[in-house]
């Protein structure tokens, strides 16, 4: 059964830091760039990180540059996104997602191109 499940969602103040794990189950993890979306009820869903499947190459998204970093660690299956400098505007529900190319992080709002595997969501909060 495949499975993408994220953790470490919660409250935070703004200025504070949360870290996000997406473990992975029940398909060939290392084949995978994961992507991380956010989504808020009155925008669309918005890709702002990811990374590649085995060199470790990173995207970010210009809201998040310099404030959030994606790492991965293929033995464990798992993939981290740590939040730091969090805003009011970081208020979101992230997911994960295994699309075939890192690409596909930054361009899945063109329509183009889909995931093949999304987690369920963790909240994030950020309070003033």
């Known amino acids: 059964q495949v499975q993408l499940v994220e953790s470490g969602g919660g409250l935070v103040q703004a200025g504070g830091s949360l870290r996000l794990s997406c473990e992975a189950s029940g398909f060939t993890f290392n084949d995978f760039a994961i992507c991380w979306f956010r989504q808020t009820p009155n925008k669309e869903r918005e890709g702002v990180s990811g990374i590649s499947s085995r060199d470790g190459t990173t995207y970010y998204a210009d809201s998040v540059k310099g404030r959030f970093t994606v790492s991965r660690d293929n033995a464990k299956k798992t993939v981290y996104l740590q939040m730091n400098s969090l805003k009011l505007e970081d208020t979101a529900t992230y997911y994960c997602?295994?699309?075939?190319?890192?690409?596909?992080?930054?361009?899945?709002?063109?329509?183009?191109?889909?995931?093949?595997?999304w987690g369920q969501g963790a909240l994030v909060t950020v309070s003033s």
């Open positions: 997602a295994a699309a075939w190319h890192l690409h596909y992080c930054s361009d899945y709002h063109t329509g183009r191109y889909g995931m093949d595997y």
